[in-house]
């Protein structure tokens, strides 16, 4: 009953950066938690970092502090990945995430996720 659809992926040199952005539409519940999750080749999918649907709560993988910034517009059902500094270990699939409380962040909804592939 959600849909999400992520944009902004590419190919860059280490050392640059990129911004990912994710619509939700559907059934979207206001209270949410949205995030950004990650799976490189030979390893399972981790968290990036995850934002609440007030601001005020985020959480980062520790390889994404002080690189990586979490936003959200929720006029716009958005959330965005701001990732400087890249390195070739961030190459990933990425995947956009969303839980809302209507149904007690019971159901994870995944975008088809979008590749970021960092190399010179």
């Known amino acids: 009953q959600v849909q999400l659809v992520e944009s902004g992926g590419g190919l860059v040199q280490p050392g640059e950066s990129l911004r990912l952005s994710c619509a939700a539409s559907g059934s979207i519940f206001s209270i949410n938690v949205m995030g950004w999750y990650r799976q490189a080749p030979g390893k399972e999918r981790e968290l990036v970092a995850a934002?609440?649907?007030?601001?005020?709560?985020?959480n980062y993988a520790q390889s994404a502090k002080g690189r990586f910034t979490i936003s959200r517009d929720n006029a716009k059902n958005t959330v965005y990945l701001q990732m400087n500094s890249l390195r070739p270990e961030d190459t990933a699939v990425y995947y956009c995430?969303?839980?809302?409380?209507?149904?007690?962040?019971?159901?994870?909804?995944w975008g088809k996720g979008i590749l970021v592939t960092v190399s010179s």
């Open positions: 995430n969303y839980r809302g409380a209507g149904d007690g962040y019971n159901m994870n909804y």
């Open positions: 934002i609440s649907s007030g601001g005020s709560g985020t």
